[in-house]
């Protein structure tokens, strides 16, 4: 059985101009990879009216349990003006011991560092006891409607069982070994339309500025905290991202005004009860200033724990021993597609550095390449004995 370099994979993964939603034969050639090594691979295309179709793929070696997944996506965000870049973004080169291109931390280098893994682990142990699965997607960088949401569904219909998931992402700020994620805040968006009545500006009593009333329901929101944290979470956060009201003439009382937020919240919240105080706060400041309103919500994931248990500190053993580093536990960063693979199985997520993650010139350091393929191979060894 051929053993897969890590780094070469990295670089042919990232040669996929893969930005979401375009997949550009990432998805095949990683399943080419795998059914070579002996995964029965499934491609997975999901679509519906409203979005983009989608390549997802579920690749399993093994028929028992228990089954032991790694999650991962192959999208990538925009490079943006690629004149900024020292190289093509998806041409990748290698300059003073570290790996540059798009994806390269986020999250392409991270599929081929367990791929890589895999491929040792069953040079040695082509019969051990349970199963390896993969589970990528094309969809985690984007609206993630066609991708892992749908495939734990497929997977839950099939009756399919994930005994422990690894997501890739890359999870340490600054060196590897730092943090694994065993939970994440959960994202709440919302949009609020304050409707008045337009006039002239020179008679404000006979028109209603629904800006007036915009402008305190923000401040209301914003002096409101929603919490102090707890040991796992830092205090839940809501930040307006726009305001907008559309009015280009300086003596027109404007009939709309409309702003846009994000809640990052923790444990203590779920987003049914923070519509609900939301819903509150602007029906009675709305109610004061005799305007309506109108609100849309887009939950983008709750949040979420995972108590650690003995696979959880088997991994922050290993990671400790191979890296000198004793991790810590965070449910800091964004969202992930852990939010979706919870429901079906424990997960943790521990990947590359994210310090250059979505920036010009993404990279990643030789060194932290190799050691994530040791500390996956480990995990693997571990896991199975």
């Avoid at 540059?100 to 051990?128: E, H, P, T, W, Y």
């Avoid at 990947?351 to 994530?372: A, F, P, Q, R, Y």
Wanted: proline content about 4%.
């Amino acid at each position: 059985m051929a053993i897969i370099n890590e780094l070469q994979l990295s670089k042919d993964l990232i040669r996929f101009p893969s930005v979401t939603p375009r997949d550009a034969g990432a998805i095949k050639f990683l399943s080419t990879k795998l059914r070579k090594l002996g995964f029965n691979c499934k491609i997975l295309e999901f679509r519906d009216k409203k979005s983009k179709p989608i390549k997802n793929l579920y690749a399993r070696i093994g028929k028992k349990g228990p089954n032991l997944c790694y999650a991962g996506h192959t999208d990538v965000v925009p490079p943006g003006n690629i004149k900024d870049w020292t190289i093509n973004p998806f041409r990748p080169s290698v300059k003073r011991n570290f790996l540059i291109g798009r994806g390269a931390n986020d999250m392409k280098s991270s599929i081929a560092c367990f791929v890589a893994a895999v491929s040792k682990f069953l040079q040695k142990n082509q019969k051990f006891n349970g199963s390896i699965s993969f589970l990528i997607t094309g969809d985690e960088e984007g609206y993630a409607i066609n991708g892992t949401k749908k495939v734990v569904e497929y997977l839950k219909k099939r009756k399919e069982k994930i005994d422990f998931c690894i997501v890739g992402e890359p999870t340490n700020p600054n060196i590897l070994g730092e943090m694994i994620k065993i939970g994440r805040r959960g994202s709440l968006s919302g949009k609020i339309e304050i409707t008045g009545t337009q006039g002239h500006i020179a008679y404000p009593h006979l028109s209603n500025n629904p800006i007036n009333a915009l402008v305190a329901i923000c401040k209301k929101l914003k002096e409101k905290k929603l919490d102090k944290g707890n040991k796992n979470f830092q205090p839940s956060n809501l930040e307006f991202t726009s305001i907008n009201v559309d009015n280009k003439a300086h003596n027109v009382i404007p009939a709309r005004a409309r702003a846009q937020f994000n809640i990052r919240y923790n444990n203590i919240h779920n987003s049914k009860s923070l519509k609900k105080k939301i819903n509150i706060l602007v029906k009675n400041i709305s109610k004061k200033y005799k305007c309506s309103y109108k609100i849309n919500y887009i939950v983008n994931g709750e949040s979420f724990l995972t108590k650690p248990e003995k696979t959880i500190f088997m991994a922050k053993k290993i990671i400790k021993k191979i890296t000198g580093i004793n991790p810590k536990f965070s449910t800091t960063g964004g969202t992930s597609d852990a939010r979706f693979i919870r429901k079906i199985s424990p997960c943790l997520e521990f990947g590359l550095v994210n310090k250059t993650m979505h920036k010009i010139d993404e990279c990643v350091s030789l060194k932290d390449l190799k050691n994530l393929t040791k500390i996956y191979q480990t995990i693997l060894e571990d896991y199975f004995k």
